[in-house]
């Protein structure tokens, strides 16, 4: 069963430090609700059997966005990789 995604994890920080952070950063609070979006539909494609290329598409889209999400917390140096 598809489970979604632990960005948390993946970022290695906190829930509430990240929560801390986008209260203070509106680009970063906007990118976590793509994020979060993205890998519901990556759950939910792989929920419904979709296509290997339908989900590819989708995890791929889930990576740009995490991708730039971990741009933003390096440019202020919130979290230690």
Wanted: proline share 4%.
């Amino acid at each position: 069963m598809p489970v979604p995604h632990d960005l948390f994890q993946d970022l290695h920080c906190t829930k509430e430090e990240i929560q801390q952070k986008r209260t203070k950063d509106p680009l970063l609070d906007s990118l976590i609700n793509k994020y979060s979006l993205a890998d519901a539909e990556v759950v939910k494609a792989e929920e419904a059997k979709s296509s290997d290329d339908a989900v590819t598409r989708l995890k791929a889209k889930r990576l740009e966005v995490k991708d730039k999400i971990v741009k933003q917390l390096q440019s202020s140096s919130w979290c230690m990789w």
